[in-house]
């Protein structure tokens, strides 16, 4: 009896330590911090720059937290080895900005099956489990640089005419949305989208020639709608040497201190900005949340910002704090 007593005493007191010492593992791993990768198209870009400057920023507000860039530059088969190095490595979570849309879905089903959270910041997915989505509504900011071409379009008594997009990779949803909004704009109106080129390198150098090609078939174009900020710059030489930049009526999606400066000379009519460092720092806050058992958004939204001659003074101020901060110090 007495020896039965004594081995049940002992079994308390080894599934009370082992209960213990769990424990104390939850909490170290807890003090030991989090290892939380961005996952990015192509660090060159400012656009995702200033997504991983936004992640950084509010992941410095908490202690012992690491992230991990990662550039797959434009690349989905990088973008795919690089989730694999990452999971080996024993990230705790990723945020990620695919390469395009389809290619997201071979990176949710990796992250899965090695219980990995994965919070997606812009672009989308075409199918797949994620944990929460950051996004910017393109659809009705692609709109409203639509609106505002409309605008300048009636007070420049110009009723109908061509225009071209030179547009971000279709293949992402993204780049779908933003074609849609400006399409649905200017539905109904005289004016046609006749000319939709794709950007495949995203530099200023080749929306140049993307717009010099069109200028060139089409030397009385009336309108261009640019969807990446790259291209809102590097069509300038394109239309200066053309000599239409005061007749062509140009808007553009997202935006930087050299945008803003092209708004207020009256190089660019409007641009739809996002705010990608805000961007960053939801997709930071909803991992965060998740990883440390709090509640958070599934979807969350981020508004563009329509930049105009009107009102480019007055929203200047955001524009630094959440579009481009960190480019005003370089």
């Not at 071409?149 to 992402?172: C, H, M, P, W």
């Not at 000379?265 to 409007?270: D, E, L, P, Q, R």
């Not at 509640?295 to 939204?301: L, M, P, Q, R």
Request: proline fraction near 4%; include cysteine; charged fraction near 20%.
């Amino acid at each position: 009896m007495r020896k039965k007593l004594a081995l049940g005493l002992l079994l308390a007191v080894f599934v009370t330590t082992m209960v213990f010492a769990a424990g104390q593992k939850e909490v170290a791993t807890k003090e030991q911090g989090y290892r939380i990768a961005y996952m990015t198209p192509a660090l060159h870009i400012p656009f995702w720059k200033d997504i991983a400057d936004g992640i950084r920023d509010e992941a410095a507000k908490i202690p012992n937290i690491t992230i991990v860039n990662s550039d797959s530059k434009l690349s989905a088969a990088t973008q795919f080895q690089n989730a694999q190095d990452l999971i080996v490595s024993g990230i705790d979570a990723i945020i990620i900005s695919p390469t395009d849309s389809a290619s997201c879905p071979a990176v949710l089903e990796l992250a899965e099956e090695n219980k990995v959270p994965v919070i997606i910041c812009d672009i989308g997915t075409d199918s797949g489990n994620f944990t929460a989505f950051v996004a910017t509504d393109n659809d009705k900011g692609a709109r409203s640089a639509g609106e505002y071409f409309l605008k300048v379009a009636k007070e420049r008594n110009i009723t109908s005419g061509d225009v071209a997009i030179i547009a971000i990779s279709q293949a992402r949803q993204n780049g779908k949305d933003r074609t849609k909004g400006f399409s649905d704009a200017l539905a109904g109106t005289n004016f046609k989208v006749t000319t939709l080129l794709e950007c495949k390198e995203y530099t200023r150098s080749e929306s140049m020639n993307l717009a010099q090609d069109i200028l060139a078939s089409n030397p009385k174009l009336t309108g261009l709608f640019t969807q990446h900020d790259e291209a809102n710059l590097g069509v300038m030489p394109a239309k200066d040497t053309a000599g239409v930049t005061k007749a062509l009526i140009h808007v553009g999606f997202d935006g930087s201190p050299e945008t803003v400066e092209a708004i207020k000379s009256g190089k660019i009519s409007a641009a739809a900005m996002q705010q990608p460092v805000t961007m960053g720092r939801e997709a930071f806050k909803a991992t965060y949340a998740y990883l440390t058992g709090q509640s958070f958004d599934k979807k969350i939204v981020v508004d563009t910002i329509l930049v105009t001659a009107e009102n480019v003074l007055e929203v200047e101020p955001i524009l630094e704090d959440n579009v481009y901060p960190n480019e005003l110090s370089m």
